[in-house]
């Protein structure tokens, strides 16, 4: 008896797929939108952060949010899942190469820019080189894995723990 929980609404699927087809080509539009925005306002204004506050925050706040209510509602471990089962690379791989790769770039943009720039002999540019590169790899690995790979598996483990709450209740009805 379903005396409390209301009526049922019976959705056609076909219609919520074509909704959710509509939404998508809205975000990207926005997406567009914003990216446009920033690059104009740099061409005009000058490459000051100030002058694209709005843009970022909402290209970047969209994201949040979606990792947020995705993590809630236990929807990101199925992702995840699905991820895994369609990539030849699992999500938990991803976390953590990807950082480390932007980190290495970044390592070597900086070093061959402190070697180039900063040093007079070869000698001094291949000490320049080696010791920027490491030092920076040092610093900005970790950074990186902290901050684009940790909430990430974070959200996850909680997405899991809802999802598994979820299953235990789905079975004890």
């Known amino acids: 008896m379903r005396i409390f929980k ?16 509509i939404y998508r080509e809205i975000y990207m539009g926005i997406m567009i939108i914003c990216l446009a925005f920033i690059a104009v306002k740099f061409y005009l204004n000058g490459k000051d952060l100030v002058n694209v506050t709005t843009e970022l925050v909402i290209i970047m706040g969209q994201g949040i949010y979606y990792i947020i209510r995705s ?41 061959t820019n402190s070697a180039v720039n900063f040093a007079d002999t070869r ?3 291949i000490y320049y ?7 920076t790899l040092l610093f900005y690995i970790p950074f990186f894995l902290i901050i684009f790979g940790g909430p990430l598996l974070a959200a996850k483990r909680i997405s899991d723990k809802i999802e598994s709450k979820e299953l235990d209740d789905d079975e004890k009805i």
């Open 6 to 21: 209301g009526k049922t609404k019976v959705v056609d699927e076909r219609i919520v797929n074509m909704q959710n087809k």
């Open 71 to 111: 993590t809630s509602m236990g929807l990101l471990s199925s992702e995840v899942e699905m991820h895994n089962r369609n990539s030849k690379m699992s999500f938990t791989k991803k976390n953590f190469i990807l950082p480390g790769l932007a980190g290495l770039g970044l390592a070597a943009f900086f070093a």
């Open 123 to 125: 000698e001094e540019s």
């Open 129 to 135: 080189f080696i010791s920027v590169f490491f030092i």
